[in-house]
C-alpha cells in the first residue's frame, strides 16, 4: 500500500468516525427533546388542571357573592 492509499483509508476512517459521532449526537439530541416534550405534555396538564381549580374557586366565589347580595337584599327588606 503507498502513502496515497493509507491517506486515503485514513481520511476514511475519520469521515466514518465523525459520521458515527454526529449519528451520536443526533440520538442524543432526539432523546433530549422527547424528554423536554414529555416534560412540556406533564407541565400543560398541570396548567390545565390549575386553570380549572381557578375557574371553579371563581364560580364558587360569584355563588357566594350572590348569597351575600341576596341576604343584605333580605335584610334590607325586614329593616324596612
Given amino acids: 500500500m503507498n502513502?496515497?492509499?493509507?491517506?486515503?483509508?485514513n481520511q476514511q476512517a475519520k469521515i466514518e468516525k465523525l459520521r458515527d459521532e454526529?449519528?451520536?449526537q443526533r440520538q442524543g439530541h432526539s432523546n433530549e427533546l422527547l424528554k423536554l416534550n414529555i416534560e412540556l405534555a406533564h407541565n400543560n396538564s398541570d396548567l390545565k388542571a390549575a386553570l380549572y381549580e381557578i375557574e371553579s374557586l371563581k364560580r364558587q366565589v360569584d355563588?357566594?357573592?350572590e348569597c351575600i347580595d341576596n341576604d343584605i337584599k333580605q335584610r334590607m327588606e325586614l329593616l324596612g
Fill in 22 to 24: 454526529i449519528h451520536e
Fill in 63 to 65: 355563588i357566594l357573592k
Fill in 3 to 9: 502513502a496515497m492509499e493509507k491517506f486515503c483509508d
